[in-house]
């Protein structure tokens, strides 16, 4: 007899699997169901109007929480945030959700990961986007919201190939400007230096290929470019619009939201301009929960689709739910 | 010229995959790319200690928000409360949440889904576990939280097969004793009868196979049966613990949080004795909240997976986040 069957004898809870372990034809099922021991593919869909989009997760950073994170809070306040959300306090994962939008007549994928460059626990769109049954050659079209790493990097596969071969790049104008002058790099503060070159890495050979828009364009029918700037110079969102129905990509216009959406004056490391942000961030949440507006969110946990609602002082996200019907 | 090329450049965002739509080389990669037309599978991994969960969800059921729904409660205050959690008001999605436990020892399935016979978005169950690749004849142990349609009709295929061939099935003996009984379905009203014939056609030709359990009883090392009762006279919730840490599968402690978890003291239809289901409600809820124990709900938005917070006079559902890593 087991120590497996021993054990339930004596909890009095024998079931007839355990009793008839001896017997071989059932012992195959058992064997045959090791745990997976990973996560199921982090992709979800839902539609705007007649546009069908794809959120797809390519991984976290499990960020330790330490002071100067949240530039102008207390440590101690952003643990408690973080307590008050049911999250860990320790370490804060950071999730990276792309999005695809297919209009019938493009697909478009919205930034582009890290490529596996940033962090050990990322650098899973392409496998991701496999598991939604999409081929990174049917991507037509990359729009870019800005210049950090985590936005830009998966443009390229670890060998340096364009990860998607046959799609038009168009990147905000104000970005390209900032990131690719010289003296702005020189001028930088240290920690921002590697960010310049993984600009120059992604953008360099292909520059004279990338379109370049401004605020207010209409990049695809349907999508258009709304100004989002502080976090960087160029941040941009955009609106997508299909019949009736719109939504709006809030790129990086507030990151995790246990503790910027909840706490819109809080200002994250990551950001270049922290008061026009702030600024930024206030106007927009405040347009998104005044006309109850449907945003994706880049650093939100995934898929990162809800709303913004106002909520005392500061606001909360609440994730749209779930659902099986498109 | 495409009509989408001339609109393109209408808008002034020729891209250059529109450009160059003439050439055939490029046009496979868009006509390669319809939109997928359906939701991706209903799944989702976490652990709780050593264990290893897998949610399923086997669809939703599109319910008319009507008035009787939530007995005690007018119809304006209902779509009021849908409202606010920013859900549509005129139909209520209701999912149906699976979980399956990966304990080492066994692969325990905990309710069964409707077996695609309750709602025309329902029936997703065996679809869904093949994409976590969870094969049915490993199911070792299937457990029964109640006798109601939803949770036990996928014990059969639609051909009336065992769903699970080598899982045992355990179910409450409250539940059996109540639902089994031909005087209590003499008694039952009308719109309960149905279920009645439900059971008998589940359970009736295995009936010498089926164990029952009682409340505390440790029905798989690990898992622990604990009485929620009201709901139905011998509905369960259960405990799951590996290790320091321990989840609650709450199964129909509540009904959809957007109304049951933010006014506990409403009564789903659903309800065989309201004023005890919203007692045993109120008494879990305010365990979870002092304990900041996670929960598994069947009806929640899936992956059902979180917490229940104090929140004035009801509770909050907060989902966990989506985790790549487990």
């Known amino acids: 007899m087991s120590d497996l069957t021993r054990r339930a004898l004596l909890a009095g809870t024998v079931t007839a699997a355990a009793a008839a372990s001896s017997v071989p034809s059932i012992l195959p099922a058992r064997a045959a169901a090791p745990a997976a021991g990973r996560q199921v593919p982090g992709i979800y869909r839902y539609k705007v109007g007649e546009f069908e989009l794809t959120a797809i997760n390519d991984g976290v950073n499990l960020r330790p929480v330490e002071k100067g994170f949240v530039v102008n809070a207390e440590l101690e306040d ?10 860990p306090t320790d370490k804060l994962g950071i999730p990276f959700n792309q999005l695809i939008v297919n209009t019938g007549r493009r697909v478009v994928l919205i930034d582009t990961g890290t490529g596996g460059q940033q962090a050990p626990t990322a650098g899973l769109l392409i496998e991701n986007m496999a598991a939604a049954g999409i081929d990174p050659k049917a991507i037509d079209t990359v729009l870019i919201s800005h210049f950090h790493g985590d936005h830009i990097l998966g443009l ?23 990131w690719m002058d010289d003296g702005e790099m020189s001028r930088a503060p ?25 605020a207010d364009a209409e990049v695809v029918p ?12 160029g941040h941009m969102t955009f609106r997508i619009a299909s019949g009736d129905d719109q939504l709006l990509v809030l790129s990086d216009t507030a990151n995790h939201p246990a503790l ?12 270049i301009d922290a008061a026009m942000a702030e600024e930024t961030r206030r106007k927009i949440f405040d347009m998104a929960a005044a006309d109850r507006l449907r945003i994706q969110a880049y650093h939100f946990p995934f898929p990162g689709t809800g709303f913004i609602a106002k909520d005392g002082d500061g606001y909360e996200f609440v994730p749209a739910p779930w659902s099986v019907v498109l």
């Open 190 to 214: 240290e920690g921002r230096k590697g960010n310049f070159a993984a600009v120059r890495k992604t953008f360099g050979s292909i520059a004279k290929d990338v379109k370049h828009f401004d």
């Open 260 to 271: 910027f959406v909840r706490n819109p004056g809080w200002h994250a490391v990551f950001d």
């Open 78 to 87: 952003v643990k408690e945030a973080l307590e008050d959300a049911y999250l």
């Open 156 to 178: 390229r596969t670890k060998e340096g190939e364009l990860a998607f071969p046959n799609a038009e790049v168009q990147v905000p104008e104000a970005e390209w400007k900032y």
């Open 222 to 233: 349907g999508i258009t470019a709304v100004a989002a700037y502080g976090h960087t110079p």
